[in-house]
């Protein structure tokens, strides 16, 4: 298959569905400061992990636009606010100067909470899908962002910091923090495409692998990656003192790790045979990344 093509495309319509979407403007200049980070140059994974999902599932996954796109909402908004002062403290993300930069550390903090709020308006236009497959869909995505997992997560490696913490604890916090919004994607697009329950297991286990390998390829680009492609100075884990896979297995424990839970995670695709392809490949991207 044409991968980069597949991939494109879809990032393309993501983008302009984005587009249009934030032309309908709120009341504030807080729109601006939306947009600033929403076009940033994010890789916009999950809204096309759940398009592929769909795919693999037998549906055609360009029909789940309103509920990816809020995926990519509730990520751009998390990224503005591990950036401010109080949390990672980054000024340059991509490449760019963080949101709370540009626009001021009050700002960015609303410009979170628009992001936050406009995902469930967003997901919830979504059109042809049965109204109860959709409020289970937009519930699950609200558990994975929540205190059960993305905040849970995040609040678990502020506590974490200076610390040196165990394997368990460090696979809770990455569970919370960075997996469980790809399980959100994964299992919103199996849900969406109307997996039966096996296939829903399936999936589920390998986007719980999905998320690891992707975190520990970030704690690996964290101390060789190239800045430049990054848009990120590296090594920031060690100057913060934080526990990573790298400093728990060293760098190359860290890329067996890696790789045995790539293979791992491939495996739970096994019986979805070609309609998986695009899956599958893009495992293979976000765990090869440069950035
Ligand atoms: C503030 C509630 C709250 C949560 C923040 C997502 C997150 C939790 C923190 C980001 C810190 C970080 C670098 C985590 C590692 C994994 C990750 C989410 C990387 C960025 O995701 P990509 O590569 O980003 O999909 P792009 O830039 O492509 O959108």
Redesign the pocket.
Known sequence: MDFEKYYSDRQKLINNFLEKRLQKKGISRVDEAMAYSLFAG??R?RPILLMATADAVGANGYNFLSVAAGLEMI?TY??I??DLPC??DDDYR?GKYTNHKVFGEAMALLAGDGLLTLAFEVMLEQKNVPPEVLVEVVREVAMCAGNFG??GG?ALDLDAEGKQISEAELRKLHSG??GAMFIAAVRGGAHLAGATSDQLLALTHFADLLGLA??IT?DILDVEGDPAEMGKSAGSDEKKHKSTYVSLYTLAGAKALAEKTVAEALECLDSFGEKAEPLRRITKMMCGRKS
């Open positions: 994010g890789k994974i990520h998390s990224l606010h591990d949390m990672d991509r993305m905040v995040q923090k960075t992707f975190q970030d």
